[in-house]
C-alpha cells in the first residue's frame, strides 16, 4: 500500500510558480494496477519521482509498507556513463539480487545487442526504456512504476513486455502512466487522474479514463 498524505510538490522558474501535487492525500491499494492519467505537463511524471523517492516532497509525505520500483522509462533513472551491463550490475546489487542472473535476463529482454555494453548515452529514449524496464522486471517489488515503456518498441516487444508485466502484476501492483486509453484498459485494473494539482482515486479504470476525457475536451474548448 501506498499513502500520499498532504503531499504538495511545487516548482519555481524565472519567478513562476507551478503546483503539481496541492495537498493530496491518497491510497493506492496493494496487488491493484493504477492508470495515473492526465493531460501533459500535469505533473505525472514528476509524482512517480515523488512517490519513488528520487524527488523530494514539497511538503507532506510519501508512505508505504513495501518495496517501489524506480520509475520504469525515465532516463533518469540508468547512469549515462555506464553500459547497459555495469547499470543492470549496479542496481542488482544494490538490491541483493543474483548479478549474473538479472545480466541473462535483461539482455534477452530488452533486446539490445552490442549496444548493452556501450553507454547508456549513446543509446535511444526506446533503448534506455527496454533497458530500464528489464532491469525492473528482473526484481521483485511489491509496486512497480511505469512511465509510457511498452510504447518502446515494436508490436512484438510491446506484447512481450505486456506478458512479462502481467504475470508480474500477480503478485503485486504498479502505477502505470501512458498515453494509449486501450493499453490502460488493458494493463489497469482501477485509475487516478490528476488534474490541476489533484489527484481523484477510481476503482474502476474505465470510470477515470472517463474522467479524463472529459477534462481532455473541457481543456480543448476554453483554449
Excluded at 548515452?121 to 528489464?134: A, I, N, V
Excluded at 512497480?144 to 505486456?162: M, P, Q
Excluded at 504498479?174 to 498515453?179: D, R
Aim: charged share 20%.
Amino acid at each position: 500500500m501506498i499513502v500520499l498524505r498532504n503531499l504538495t510538490k511545487t516548482f519555481e522558474f524565472n519567478g513562476t510558480r507551478k503546483t503539481v501535487a496541492d495537498n493530496i492525500n491518497a491510497v493506492f491499494p496493494t496487488g491493484v494496477s493504477v492508470g495515473l492519467l492526465g493531460r501533459n505537463g500535469a505533473g505525472k511524471s514528476t509524482l512517480l519521482k515523488v512517490i519513488a523517492g528520487t524527488s523530494a516532497p514539497t511538503s507532506g509525505e510519501v508512505l508505504t509498507d513495501g518495496n517501489i520500483s524506480f520509475p520504469v522509462g525515465l532516463a533518469s533513472s540508468m547512469h549515462p556513463d555506464m553500459t547497459g551491463a555495469q547499470n543492470t550490475r549496479f542496481v542488482a546489487r544494490i538490491y541483493g539480487a543474483e548479478t549474473e542472473e538479472m545480466i541473462r535476463f535483461v539482455q534477452a529482454f530488452a533486446e539490445l545487442g552490442d549496444h548493452f555494453e556501450l553507454p547508456v548515452r549513446t543509446y535511444s529514449s526506446g533503448m534506455r526504456s527496454r533497458l530500464s524496464f528489464g532491469i525492473n522486471m528482473a526484481l521483485q517489488f511489491d509496486t512497480y512504476l511505469i512511465d509510457e515503456i511498452t510504447a518502446a518498441g515494436d508490436a512484438a516487444f510491446i506484447e512481450k513486455s505486456r506478458r512479462v508485466f502481467m504475470a508480474r502484476m500477480e503478485r503485486a501492483g504498479a502505477i502505470f502512466v501512458s498515453h494509449s486509453m486501450p493499453q490502460m484498459r488493458n494493463m489497469c485494473q482501477a485509475g487516478a487522474v490528476l488534474e490541476n494539482g489533484k489527484l481523484s482515486y477510481y476503482d474502476d479504470i474505465n470510470e477515470a479514463i472517463a474522467v479524463h476525457e472529459r477534462n481532455l475536451k473541457q481543456h480543448r474548448e476554453a483554449s
